[in-house]
């Protein structure tokens, strides 16, 4: 029958171990609650929404946020020139008039049958040499002498129309030249079939398809009276 023996201990080493097992115990027990703590202070991964939008959404509607606003947002603003000189120029483009009276004379004879013809346009009383301006935008198709008007200009409008200037005395364009509204085109003579100085003026809506200007003139805003004859 075997014999047990039990091992002996020394009074020494049975009080280390006893401070060892306290001291593990304790540590156990400090790291556990650090542990409840960190636990109780950090919502769950389900409490906390990874989305920002559905974070903003579940914050309170008072809730106050702080935007943050770039640096280059508080610097001071400045409109380049190029801009500056492309707005003035389209202002001024605008509120230039589209439709302008050929010469300041008064009216002196209107569209219709006059001493047995047609007369096909408008007369405007003015002295030799007054510029005669182009009533509308447009291109000048033909520049120079024609019978009865001794002088005529001929200018493709900006609505698509011919208008006829007649009885000149100088012509200061040529064909191609674009003008605009109020551009000299040539002065007041009295070439051709003429008892005097003056300007005749056409509106041909096709070759050969006179209308009287007036009502034409009217419905662009521009009222030149009424003729004398």
Not at 141 to 160: C, T
Not at 174 to 188: C, E, F, H, K, Y
């Amino acid at each position: 029958m075997p014999v047990t023996v039990p091992l002996s201990r020394s009074p020494k080493w049975d009080g280390r171990y006893r401070t060892a097992a306290t001291r593990a115990v304790a540590v156990s027990a400090v790291v556990g609650a650090a542990l409840s703590v960190l636990a109780a202070a950090v919502p769950s991964a389900e409490a906390q929404p990874s989305d920002p939008v559905a974070t903003v959404a579940a914050a309170p509607h008072d809730a106050q946020f702080t935007a943050f606003t770039p640096y280059e947002a508080q610097m001071p603003q400045f409109v380049p020139p190029e801009v500056t000189d492309f707005l003035r120029n389209l202002g001024i483009e605008q509120a230039r008039p589209k439709t302008v009276r050929p010469v300041a004379g008064p009216l002196t004879s209107g569209f219709g049958v006059r001493w047995g013809a047609m007369h096909a346009g408008i007369d405007f009383g003015d002295g030799f040499g007054t510029p005669i301006r182009a009533v509308t935008d447009g291109t000048v198709i033909e520049a120079g002498p024609a019978s009865g008007f001794g002088l005529w200009v001929r200018i493709q409008q900006d609505d698509g129309t011919i208008g006829v200037y007649g009885h000149m005395q100088d012509i200061l364009v040529q064909p191609g030249q674009q003008v605009r509204a109020g551009d000299d085109v040539a002065t007041v003579g009295s070439r051709g079939y003429s008892t005097g100085p003056h300007l005749h003026y056409e509106v041909h809506i096709s070759p050969g398809a006179p209308i009287d200007p007036l009502p034409w003139l009217a419905g662009r805003g521009m009222d030149v009276g009424t003729a004398t004859d």
